[in-house]
């Protein structure tokens, strides 16, 4: 079975903090994923990679960074967390070509 | 303008009464078509994927078909185990690369 897996189930921040949010998959998949979703909003695509040190933006990458320095870990970066950044963060992975993409069971961030 | 529209967002029926829930798109040049289901505090889990138009799959009580502008996943006989938020995806030329562009979603509930 495809094993995704987040650093943190809940998390809570105050704004202004640096926030890091850890992905990690075991089955040697290409591209990788980070998504938000808000009630209204759906799932959107933040940032994706699809090789090491490869990263690309999505539909919102404001106020976020990525990284990505070993193929089985994927890093979601707020780099000064705001209350607008409160939300359900859900990583996934996929082999190159394929399109399929596997979630991890998402992180809930809360920035107060 | 949504790329990507499910309906109904909300749907109740009997344990064994059998519906349909539609995702209709507007983006060109469709290179897949993809069917989640997701659970209360959990990340997306994938059912299905389709290309093209004609294209059907199935999965126990679940039964994704497409045509060039939407698909439907029939669910024969539900059961209350099948209560789950149903999410639809695309990926299409012009997209960001291999990123999803999903819908808002259909919240099922079935009554025992």
């Known amino acids: 079975d495809v094993k995704v897996t987040q650093s943190s189930r809940y998390l809570v921040k105050r704004t202004g903090e640096k926030v890091f949010l850890e992905c990690v998959q075991d089955?040697?998949?290409?591209?990788m994923f980070w998504y938000r979703q808000d009630p209204g909003l759906g799932l959107r695509l933040i940032y994706f990679?699809?090789?090491?040190?490869?990263?690309e933006k999505g539909d919102i990458p404001e106020g976020y960074s990525v990284s990505r320095e070993k193929k089985e870990r994927f890093s979601l970066i707020l780099e000064s967390a705001s209350t607008n950044q409160t939300s359900m963060y859900l990583c996934?992975?996929?082999?190159?070509?394929?399109?399929?993409?596997?979630f991890g069971p998402g992180t809930r961030l809360t920035v107060t | 303008e949504d790329q990507v529209t499910q309906s109904p967002e909300a749907l109740r029926l009997q344990e064994g009464e059998s519906s349909s829930l539609n995702c209709s798109y507007t983006v060109s040049g469709l290179r897949g078509l993809f069917w989640y289901r997701q659970d209360p505090g959990k990340g997306p889990e994938f059912l299905f994927t389709l290309y093209s138009a004609g294209e059907e799959k199935e999965k126990e009580r679940l039964k994704a078909t497409l045509t060039k502008k939407e698909s439907f996943l029939h669910i024969t006989a539900p059961k209350p185990e099948d209560s789950a938020t149903y999410l639809c995806a695309v990926l299409y030329s012009g997209g960001g690369a291999d990123g999803l562009t999903f819908g808002k979603g259909t919240h099922l509930i079935i009554q025992p």
């Open positions: 996934a992975s996929g082999f190159s070509g394929s399109y399929e993409q596997y």
């Open positions: 990679s699809y090789d090491v040190k490869m990263k």
């Open positions: 089955m040697d998949h290409e591209n």
